[in-house]
Structure formats: C-alpha cells, structure tokens
C-alpha cells in the first residue's frame, strides 16, 4: 500500500525558511518521479518542484533560486527545502508520486498517482 506522509510545515516569517518531508511507504521511492505541489482555497493545486531521480528536477518559475526538491533514497524521503520564503508561498502543501518517468519532471497534477495529506505553510509579512 503506497503511503506518503509530509511533515515540517509550520508559521514562519518572510524571509524565513522551512524544510518540508515526505516519508513514502509502500513502494520503493527511487523508481518513481515525485513531486511538491501546493493550493491556497479557491485556486488550482500547483506544481511546485518535481524531482525525476538522476538529478533530473523542474521548478515552477516563482520559486527557482529559493526552493530545492531532494531526496534520500535510503530512507525513501523526499524534502523540499525552502528559503526567502514569502507571503504568497503561504499554501498546504502537498507531496505527491507517480511511477512513470517525465521529462522533464512533471508539474502538472494529472501526472501523478499517489498523494498525501498535506502539510501547511503559513508566511507572515
């Protein structure tokens, strides 16, 4: 049974960082393309970064050069370190897998299977 669990989300001011965690379970998160996506309410959940393994990653434009997706492929856990983090990064977010390879690694929602619960992010100006 695929399981995915996120930690690490909290309240933090602007300029602050978090890093969030993704424990997967269930299948062997090495073969399988993984993602961060977010969604505040009322809008579209988004593509954040996706990480294809080999190094292979994408970023949504609006968090390049602050985000970095990673992963640990001994303990099946994908992170998303998070700095100059900001009001508008404010979101649940949202960790997410799929045993197909995309390139580059995709950021849309339908390219992935298998999600998680969620984890909040809240920027304070």
């Known amino acids: 049974q695929v399981q995915l669990v996120e930690s690490g989300g909290g309240s933090v001011q602007a300029g602050g960082s978090l890093r969030l965690s993704c424990e997967a379970s269930?299948?062997?998160?090495?073969?399988?393309?993984m993602a961060w996506f977010r969604q505040v309410p009322g809008k579209e959940r988004e593509g954040v970064a996706a990480d294809g393994g080999g190094g292979r990653t994408n970023y949504v434009g609006s968090v390049k050069g602050r985000f970095t997706i990673s992963r640990d492929n001994g303990k099946n856990t994908l992170y998303l370190q998070m700095n100059s983090l900001k009001p508008e990064d404010t979101a649940m977010y949202y960790c997410?897998?799929?045993?197909?390879?995309?390139?580059?690694?995709?950021?849309?929602?339908?390219?992935?299977?298998?999600w998680g619960q969620g984890t909040q992010v809240t920027v304070s100006s």
């Open positions: 269930g299948f062997m998160s090495s073969r399988y393309d």
């Open positions: 997410a897998a799929d045993p197909r390879d995309w390139t580059p690694p995709a950021l849309s929602r339908s390219a992935y299977r298998y």
